[in-house]
């Protein structure tokens, strides 16, 4: 205590330019947040960044304890709750119309043509008689297919842009970068016309386009996360002690970006499903024949002024199930988040 | 500058990849060119003919070159069925979908930027729960339902309200503006809709994140009220970013276009493709996927260059940091 | 400017971020508010301006020269701010405007309470910037073209544009380094000074609130925990939490 009586105003004023470059240092972290935003839990959370206060701290879902933590965080809200309920029942109905529908969808009822929803057909039946939710219980499973294939194939064909766009050559960065810029203004529809020339209307179409398209949105819109994880003093560090680029890279940058990747595979897999509705109505998706809600929303289009009703349940259900995986993005974006997600603190620690 | 000779330099390149994809694509057609078009049954010498017409025996490589070269002079070929020229029926079709398209944007971003405002000045909670719902709602249905449900509303015969035709456009084209633009407003409605409630959810997103920055407290603390400074601040800081997302949406907008054409029977650019695709018209085909390819790139171009000039964080500046 | 604020709390959520603050500013004073990080003085300058995130909840008063800010009407305290009251906060990158240019964000302040000419604020802002230290041409720059320390002096040039009577300073020197932040802290007590204003000047950092203030408030975890003349509570702070502050600042001189 007697020191700082002793202590000179000019001593002081002399400390403060060795403080401040201590102080300026330690208060990074703030520096980074929204200004001002000190004391306020809000205005921490909607930081945009979040992954900058902890980019080496694998958020990957690794283990069943955090997927746990993860559903039930999503159960615990309204909207995640529904989410989960309809892409649940969408599953079962799936795998229940491979072995049962309430009418088998060959069934044709020639004196019940675009019947009204009765007893004996729920849904009522289509132009030719056919029961409409027969068939939209067995366009679920392939709608099914096409979401989780396109899904597959996005993450496929984003991860690996993404991988080339992070790489420590600076070639491959470059060219990657600037390729994934250009493509990335061509529409789904238009590489699905390309592919439909020698393909002809098949499934295989909107996979393909779909998975190309997105994977390269996804790759464009990781990017900033996978970057910043790939200059990470962790990432820096584990190369410096001989780590090879490509452990890296799976070892610390993807698990980084996996967050983003999920949460954009998620939304894609929504806009899958009005993409196959929207190339089979143009005759470019699933071929003639085979179920879909697209064939389904097609079939109901062709007589809409004379039974408008027939068209509310195939669009009915691709909004419910679109809606449901949108849903389930913005949940999971938060469930995933550390940040907000305090359960998921507590499992990783 | 070196941004955009790079940005131009990849536009080149990628054209040129995707006009080798979309030449790949029709010759590695089961047969070839010749006999798709043909069709079954036709005598083997009309094969022969249009094999011969359209230059198919000479070597891919050249059939290639001479392709590009047409390209480049602004010989984009003749429709095989009518003989009109491909250039011409495109321009005739966009005469629609480009009025159509234009409309819709103006629509979604209306919707989109006003709509997204007030959902982040929106304070109740009924309000804020309206737009959340509107929101994920409108950005999940598929464009043929949306169509569909408009045309049950609004059209003339079908709808509730009958305000608007729901199918074609008329003869005279332009000719009569009260008429042509009547029966876009459904269409563009349509699209507009959908995609303007996607932009909203991005708005209000991006506004919250904006909304607790230095520049909005600083704006506040200048003497702007909280929505002044979202609309003078918060949204011409984001801009830039929604630039972007826009035309991100305009290539997701497009296969609504073409559905949104072909289900209110309009002539335009995308249904008159799939009815050339149909008609297996190959050779149109051909130089229409181009002409898209080209466009759409040329789109993705303009977007990245306005992003940059709208924002100046981007641009680099001659003098740099003092 | 007279400041006097009685029982202020804060409440964000279940949190309590500041309560029971009672805290005055005499006309042409200049007192500091210090605290750690977290320990709400950001929260209280943000409160006496209506600054607040849209979910804190306010009670207890804050009079600013006569017009009561707690629960007073958005378009009422818009009209306080810039006007009357100019704030510069931390993060000059962060605060100024990245997308106008300096001499937009500098004239904001008189656009919109004043009816002035172009060439009038034109004018102004010149002399604005040739009062704090910055050449005339840096007007038609953007923000990220500046360095940290030209652009505070930006961002103090839009506080004192329509000569406030009361400038608020909440760590105005924290993300500079440590050259700028003398010249900063010296040019903001001159100009300060020489208008007559009154300051509140919020800082974590007691060798900066002894050059920038006359008299403090220590605040920890929401409270007041003690007051009085800046150069007695450095040389003899009565309560830990200050001793823990000067204590810090002096261990680290020392280093």
Redesign the interface.
């Known amino acids: 205590m007697a020191?700082?009586?002793m202590?000179p105003?000019e001593?002081?004023?002399?400390?403060?330019?060795?403080?401040?470059?201590?102080?300026?240092g330690s208060?990074q972290a703030?520096?980074v947040g929204?200004?001002?935003a000190?004391?306020?839990?809000?205005?921490r959370d909607s930081s945009p960044r979040p992954a900058l206060h902890t980019p080496d701290e694998p958020v990957s879902l690794k283990g069943l304890g955090k997927l746990a933590v993860v559903l039930r965080s999503m159960w615990s809200q309204g909207e995640g709750r529904f989410a989960l309920v309809v892409l649940a029942c969408w599953i079962v109905v799936s795998l229940a119309s491979i072995v049962w529908t309430p009418k088998k969808l060959w069934e044709t009822d020639g004196y019940h043509v675009w019947a009204p929803p009765s007893a004996d057909h729920l849904l009522g039946t289509d132009g030719t008689g056919a029961d409409v939710f027969s068939w939209l219980m067995a366009g679920a499973r392939t709608n099914l297919l096409i979401a989780i294939l396109s899904v597959m194939l996005a993450g496929v064909v984003g991860v690996t842009l993404l991988m080339a766009m992070v790489s420590r050559s600076k070639m491959v960065s470059a060219i990657s970068v600037v390729a994934v810029d250009a493509l990335i203004s061509i529409p789904t529809v238009l590489i699905a016309l390309i592919l439909a020339v020698p393909m002809g209307a098949s499934i295989a179409v909107i996979i393909l386009a779909c998975g190309v398209g997105y994977g390269l949105n996804l790759a464009r819109i990781a990017r900033p996360q996978a970057l910043l994880a790939a200059g990470s003093d962790y990432a820096v560090s584990a190369r410096a002690s001989g780590a090879s680029g490509g452990y890296v890279l799976f070892r610390h940058v993807l698990p980084n970006s996996l967050p983003s990747i999920m949460v954009q595979l998620s939304l894609s897999a929504g806009t899958a499903i009005l993409a196959e509705s929207g190339l089979t109505y143009l005759g470019v998706g699933v071929p003639s024949g085979v179920p879909s809600w697209g064939h389904s929303l097609s079939t109901s289009v062709k007589l809409i002024d004379v039974y408008p009703l027939t068209v509310v349940w195939p669009g009915l259900t691709v909004t419910v199930v679109v809606v449901a995986l949108n849903l389930f993005g913005d949940v999971l974006r938060q469930a995933i988040d550390p940040i907000v997600n305090t359960a998921l603190r507590k499992v990783a620690a | 500058m070196r941004f955009l000779i790079r940005r131009l330099v990849s536009f080149a390149v990628a054209l040129l990849g995707l006009s080798v994809v979309i030449f790949a694509a029709l010759r590695i057609l089961p047969g070839d060119v010749a006999v798709v078009m043909a069709g079954l049954n036709s005598p083997p010498g009309r094969v022969a003919q249009l094999r011969a017409e359209m230059g198919l025996n000479r070597p891919l490589p050249q059939q290639y070159i001479d392709w590009m070269a047409g390209l480049l002079t602004g010989d984009y070929g003749k429709s095989m069925l009518t003989g009109q020229s491909v250039t011409s029926m495109v321009v005739e079709r966009a005469s629609i979908t480009f009025p159509l398209i234009i409309f819709g944007l103006l629509i979604a971003s209306a919707v989109g930027l006003g709509l997204g405002v007030a959902a982040s000045l929106a304070?109740g909670n009924g309000v804020r729960t309206f737009f959340r719902v509107f929101g994920i709602v409108g950005g999940s249905i598929p464009a043929l339902w949306g169509g569909l449900l408009l045309v049950l509303l609004f059209a003339r015969g079908v709808g509730l309200i009958g305000l608007f035709p729901s199918q074609g456009f008329p003869q005279e084209g332009w000719g009569s503006p009260g008429a042509a633009f009547a029966s876009l407003v459904l269409p563009a409605l349509t699209v507009g809709l959908i995609d303007g409630a996607s932009l909203m959810r991005y708005t209000r997103s991006a506004l919250a994140d904006v909304m607790?920055?230095?520049?909005m407290?600083?704006?506040?603390?200048?003497?702007?009220?909280?929505?002044?400074a979202l609309i003078h601040?918060g949204l011409?800081?984001i801009?830039?970013q929604l630039v972007s997302v826009a035309g991100l949406m305009f290539a997701n907008m497009v296969t609504g276009v073409m559905v949104i054409e072909n289900l209110f029977a309009l002539p335009g650019v995308g249904s008159g493709l799939i009815a050339d695709l149909g008609d297996r018209d190959l050779i149109a085909v051909q130089s229409e996927l181009f002409m898209l390819a080209a466009f759409f790139l040329l789109v993705g171009l303009f977007v990245d260059v306005l992003h940059r000039v709208?924002?100046?964080?981007l641009?680099r500046?001659s003098?740099?940091?003092? | 400017m007279s400041v006097s604020i009685r029982d202020l709390g804060i409440v964000?959520?279940s949190?309590t971020?500041v309560s029971d603050v009672d805290l005055d500013i005499a006309d042409g004073e200049r007192v500091g508010l210090i605290g750690s990080?977290?320990?709400?003085?950001?929260?209280i300058s943000?409160a006496m301006?209506?600054?607040?995130?849209?979910?804190?909840v306010l009670s207890g008063s804050v009079n600013l020269s006569g017009v009561e800010a707690v629960g007073a009407d958005?378009?009422t305290?818009?009209?306080l701010?810039?006007?009357y009251?100019?704030?510069i906060?931390?993060?000059p990158?962060?605060?100024?405007?990245?997308?106008?240019t300096v001499g937009r964000q500098i004239e904001?302040?008189l656009r919109?309470?004043y009816r002035l000419s172009k060439a009038e604020r034109a004018g102004r802002v010149r002399r604005m910037l040739a009062k704090v230290g910055l050449d005339a041409g840096l007007a038609d720059?953007?923000p990220?073209?500046?360095?940290g320390g030209?652009a505070q002096r930006a961002?103090i040039a839009?506080?004192l544009i329509t000569s406030p009577r009361l400038i608020v300073a909440?760590e105005p020197?924290?993300?500079?380094?440590?050259?700028a932040?003398?010249q900063i802290v010296d040019l903001l007590v001159r100009l300060v000074d020489d208008s007559g204003a009154s300051m509140l000047f919020i800082t974590?950092?007691?060798?900066?609130l002894?050059?920038a203030t006359t008299r403090a408030y220590v605040l920890e975890h929401g409270r007041v925990v003690e007051s009085g003349a800046t150069s007695d509570l450095?040389?003899?702070p009565s309560t830990p939490q200050a001793g823990r502050l000067?204590g810090a600042?002096?261990k680290?001189?020392?280093?």
């Open positions: 020191q700082h009586d202590l105003a001593t002081v004023h002399d400390g403060r330019l060795g403080i401040s470059d201590v102080v300026a208060c703030d520096a929204p200004a001002g000190e004391g306020s839990p809000q205005g | 304070t607790h920055n230095g520049c407290i600083e704006a506040m603390a200048c003497g702007y009220t909280r929505a002044q601040v011409r800081v801009v830039p709208l924002d100046p964080r641009r500046s003098e740099g940091r003092m | 964000i959520g949190q971020l990080s977290g320990s709400g003085k950001s929260m943000k301006l209506g600054l607040t995130p849209d979910d804190a958005e378009v305290l818009a009209d701010r810039g006007r009251v100019g704030t906060l931390q993060d990158f962060s605060s100024l405007n990245p997308v106008t904001l302040p919109l309470h720059r953007h990220n073209e500046l360095s030209q961002a839009t506080a909440d020197t924290t993300a500079l380094d440590s050259i932040q003398r974590h950092d007691f060798s900066v002894a050059r450095l040389a003899k000067v600042a002096r680290l001189a020392l280093e």
